[in-house]
């Protein structure tokens, strides 16, 4: 009788082991369809890079993971740890490459059930992987790989994802070989409330399935080379703009662009039904190494402010009005304020105003500054997203006068597009 307790006590611990095991998996967040390929053994100077949201399952529970990710394709076996660079924004200081693991204190920290979600961006490299127009390098896949969680110096642990990923080829001069991807450029320019956000695009409105591309836009923080020659001179270093790619046989072009906080959280989108958007940038079938740009007309923001208007009530009052146009995550404005001799913007002590969360309807919202006095005075919005992450407007000028009657306002407003870019 004890063997059979003893038997049984075997086979269920191995099969919460197997089970375990079994659950480890890659859970596509926002797993992009395309990467800007490598375009030559010489030139290599046109790689674009991909953001990725993912989540790990069937970890450890509450175990920190050093880690590291790189692109495998069908040639590569199971213990290969592919190409490419990594990079996790928040997590690692610098970039590292595929198959050196995170430093000691850049873990992945799982919840209590094992799972932690998490964005990581890949570096195309130089490496033949990414080439396209190769049968092997055509499709690749993501695969992460991990230590033991409790303080291992090796890799124990590669999870691959499901789906494959497309590098294109961006070069204006057409590749020889049979089974290319032909690719264009998106160049990007939204308003400084996009800065460091992750941009994603998708051929459809409504953000269904999986996005075309998607990467970080600047300040991102990573050190870039080998890109293209407009990514390196109109996008480095530019607060709010962004570089991504996307087919060229799109017949739908790009309808949505959408931006995504730290957290994973939506920070604003656009659409376009056609994909010829409002600046006039065409997006369906581009011609191949085409730099198709987008204004910050098109671009996301944390919001869409219509307009904003400050008005002198009395001799010591200042009212606000702003007006939205659509809303996403937002929690909610602080008000700050400035006299013409003074440097910076202060909150104003109850100045905040919450927020309508995520909404399409337009929404309007009014402050008064009832201890303005007589003078110069600048206005400002902080606006909040529910994670956190902040946008500050525009300033616009008020002027206190002595005497000013409610019958006789002094009017001063900025209205859309808001802010300037």
């Not at 009212?319 to 104003?348: A, C, I, K, M, P």
Request: charged share 15%; hydrophobic share 35%; aromatic share 8%.
């Amino acid at each position: 009788m004890k063997h059979r307790v003893f038997i049984l006590v075997l086979l269920v611990a191995f099969s919460l082991l197997s089970s375990t095991c079994w659950a480890q998996g890659i859970t596509e967040e926002l797993f992009p369809q395309y990467f800007g390929g490598k375009n030559g053994a010489t030139t290599n100077t046109l790689r674009m890079n991909t953001a990725f949201r993912i989540t790990l399952t069937g970890l450890t529970a509450s175990a920190g993971y050093r880690f590291t990710a790189g692109m495998v394709n069908s040639a590569d076996g199971v213990t290969s740890n592919g190409a490419g660079i990594v990079y996790v924004p928040g997590i690692t200081a610098a970039t590292i490459n595929a198959g050196t693991l995170s430093g000691t204190t850049e873990v992945l920290t799982t919840n209590g059930s094992g799972n932690v979600t998490f964005w990581l961006v890949v570096l195309t490299s130089g490496n033949a992987r990414f080439e396209p127009g190769t049968a092997t390098a055509n499709v690749l896949s993501l695969r992460v790989g991990l230590n033991d969680g409790a303080g291992g110096t090796a890799i124990a642990t590669r999870i691959t994802s499901t789906s494959t990923l497309v590098p294109l080829d961006l070069s204006s001069t057409a590749r020889t070989a049979g089974i290319e991807d032909d690719g264009a450029f998106i160049e990007g320019h939204a308003t400084a409330g996009a800065a460091g956000k992750v941009i994603m695009i998708w051929d459809n409105t409504t953000g269904t399935g999986r996005p075309l591309h998607g990467y970080i836009s600047e300040d991102n923080g990573i050190t870039e080379t080998n890109v293209p020659a407009f990514y390196s001179g109109n996008i480095v270093g530019s607060s709010g703009s962004y570089g991504l790619v996307m087919p060229s046989n799109n017949p739908n072009g790009v309808r949505r662009i959408e931006a995504f906080s730290a957290s994973g959280t939506s920070s604003s989108f656009s659409t376009d039904a056609d994909g010829s958007w409002s600046s006039g940038a065409l997006t369906a079938n581009p011609a191949r190494g085409q730099i198709v740009p987008i204004t910050a007309d098109d671009a996301p923001l944390p919001i869409q402010l219509a307009s904003m208007t400050g008005i002198t009530i009395s001799n010591n009052a200042v009212r606000l009005d702003w007006t939205t146009l659509s809303e996403v995550n937002n929690f909610g404005f602080y008000v700050q304020r400035r006299h013409s001799t003074e440097q910076n913007f202060v909150d104003l002590p109850s100045g905040f105003v919450p927020g309508h969360g995520t909404t399409l309807i337009s929404q309007h919202y009014t402050f008064t500054d009832n201890n303005a006095g007589v003078g110069r005075w600048y206005y400002r919005l902080k606006q909040v997203d529910l994670d956190g992450s902040t946008m500050l407007t525009d300033p616009i000028q008020v002027d206190v006068l002595t005497g000013v009657k409610e019958t006789a306002p002094k009017e001063f407003a900025l209205n859309q597009n808001y802010p300037n870019p």
